[in-house]
């Protein structure tokens, strides 16, 4: 799944127009959009760790040349 410039992810859904008239198209679209939201949540969440985990460092750093 591509993810966007602001680190979204996001399906192509006219990959789905050839099912547009199945009957279970609609709960497919769902199930698309909420593995995209997932995916999203957990970019962020990864994005996060590295940022607390820098934020870590810095702070270490900072301690270690305060001693």
Do not use: C, F
Not at 47 to 54: S, Y
Request: glycine residues 2%.
């Amino acid at each position: 799944m591509p993810i966007d410039n602001q680190g979204e992810a996001v399906y192509d859904h006219s990959k789905l127009t050839p099912n547009r008239h199945d009957e279970d198209y609609p709960s497919l679209v769902s199930q698309y959009r909420k593995a995209e939201a997932a995916w999203t949540q957990k970019i962020k969440d990864a994005a996060q760790a590295v940022d607390d985990a820098d934020q870590g460092v810095k702070l270490a750093r900072l301690l270690q040349q305060v001693a």
